[in-house]
């Protein structure tokens, strides 16, 4: 594993650099986006990009909360996550939907590795400042680039599930938008793809919503305070912010369902909503 290499890239067999971009995107969004996409992330391996996937699954754990009958509850958003809550956390995302997303890439003729962030510690976390409350739920405080670096160069998308570790080998359950832009921010990389159920950030426009093809980071504090950015776009552009900074120019937010939206978007097509950090 080379770990002297430039970050944000990776040696190809002729010894060019190929760029890698990370890509965010919920379990339960994956799981319901056609085959295309799926030879979408393919062509872009083969031609030489390297898709960096991180993963969410909410939905899939309050499913099989409720199947368990375990209680789950929410605090400001973020799973309240006991040790049980913890142990069901882990047993979907790094088990069942992490394996889906590598067999559904894999079935079209996409090389894909599947790990979480325990393995390797390659999401180091630290408990959140309202722990008390809140459980087992993690902030990142690095991200093993090299790791992430060596999977690419062995010609496999990594795809990562959001699970978090600290030193002793406590685990914790980590906001997927989080994880996402901390490995994004980690690696260096200058995009990173948030692929959503919606065509990017709306705004009402002379009585009509809107896409807005671009927006600053004040520009979207002040829409979360007039409450035109809510719910669960509300994290989403939370992490984007946390990450445009490095070598990270910006991020954007897309509909997985529009047709090969991911090589649209690398080709430099305007399309969803790019968040910019300003000069």
């Given amino acids: 594993m080379n770990s002297t290499m430039p970050t944000g890239s990776t040696a190809t067999e002729a010894g060019t650099e190929k760029q890698m971009f990370v890509m965010k995107c919920g379990g339960s969004t994956l799981a319901a986006l056609p085959e295309s996409f799926f030879a979408d992330l393919r062509d872009l391996q083969t031609s030489g990009n390297g898709p960096v996937i991180v993963h969410g699954g909410g939905p899939a754990i309050s499913d099989n909360l409720a199947k368990l009958g375990i209680e789950t509850e929410f605090v400001n958003g973020l799973r309240k996550t006991t040790e049980p809550v913890l142990d069901v956390v882990e047993m ?16 079209v003729g996409g090389q894909a ?3 979480s962030g325990v393995d390797g ?11 008390a409350e809140i459980g087992w739920v993690g902030d ?16 496999y998308m990594p795809v990562i599930a959001p699970v978090g570790v600290d030193a002793s080998g406590q685990r914790y ?5 989080t994880a996402a832009g901390a490995v994004a921010s980690h690696l260096g ?3 990173m793809i948030v692929v959503t159920d919606v065509p990017g950030i709306m705004k009402t426009i002379g009585g009509e919503k809107k896409v807005l093809p671009s927006v600053s980071v004040q520009e979207i504090e002040d829409m979360i305070q007039t409450g035109e950015i809510y719910g669960g776009m509300i994290p989403k552009v939370r992490a984007a912010i946390a990450c445009i900074h490095g070598e990270v120019r910006e991020v954007i937010i897309v509909d997985g369902s529009e047709p090969q939206i991911l090589s649209r978007v690398l080709g430099g097509e305007t399309i969803g909503t790019r968040i910019i950090r300003m000069q």
Avoid at 121 to 131: D, E, S, T, W
Avoid at 140 to 155: H, L, P, R, W, Y
């Fill in 140 to 155: 990142v405080t690095s991200v093993k680039a090299e790791i992430i670096q060596g999977i690419v160069n062995m010609g």
């Fill in 113 to 115: 590795l599947g790990v």
């Fill in 189 to 191: 990389v200058s995009r």
């Fill in 121 to 131: 510690g390659l999401i180091q976390a630290k408990p959140v400042a309202n722990h």
């Fill in 173 to 177: 359950n980590i906001n997927a938008d």
């Fill in 92 to 107: 979907v995302l790094a088990g069942s939907i992490n394996k889906q997303i590598v067999r559904l890439i894999q079935r």
